[in-house]
């Protein structure tokens, strides 16, 4: 069975980091691209970032570029998000997702398997 979890959101103040962590079960991960996700109140969900099991390659949301930065750890089937600078706008429901397909898109409809999400918030 397929599982992804997410960890790391919590409240932070503006300006502050989180990273958030992506443990996945149920499949080799290397044959899979990851994928985070985001959707606020009232908004569509995003793609945030995405790297691919085979050769890390990356995929950045382009206004996210430099503040964000996904990496994985394939022995612990885990991949990461590392967010710096964050702002008031980058509170949402963050989601990973998992596809089987190499070479990483950020379009939530490629994903297969999606994680229950973890709440960030960015205070002013």
């Known amino acids: 069975e397929v599982q992804l979890v997410e960890s790391g959101g919590g409240l932070v103040q503006a300006g502050g980091s989180l990273r958030l962590s992506c443990a996945a079960s149920?499949?080799?991960?290397?044959?899979?691209?990851i994928g985070w996700f985001r959707q606020a109140p009232g908004k569509e969900r995003e793609g945030v970032s995405c790297i691919s099991g085979d050769d890390g390659s990356t995929l950045y949301k382009e206004s996210l570029k430099g503040r964000f930065t996904i990496s994985s750890d394939n022995a612990k089937n885990t991949v990461y998000l590392q967010m710096n600078s964050l702002k008031p706008e980058d509170t949402a429901l963050y989601y990973c997702?998992?596809?089987?397909?190499?070479?990483?898109?950020?379009?939530?409809?490629?994903?297969?398997?999606w994680g229950q999400g973890t709440q960030v918030t960015v205070s002013s």
């Open positions: 997702a998992a596809g089987r397909y190499l070479g990483c898109v950020n379009v939530a409809g490629t994903y297969d398997y």
């Open positions: 149920g499949f080799t991960f290397a044959d899979y691209s």
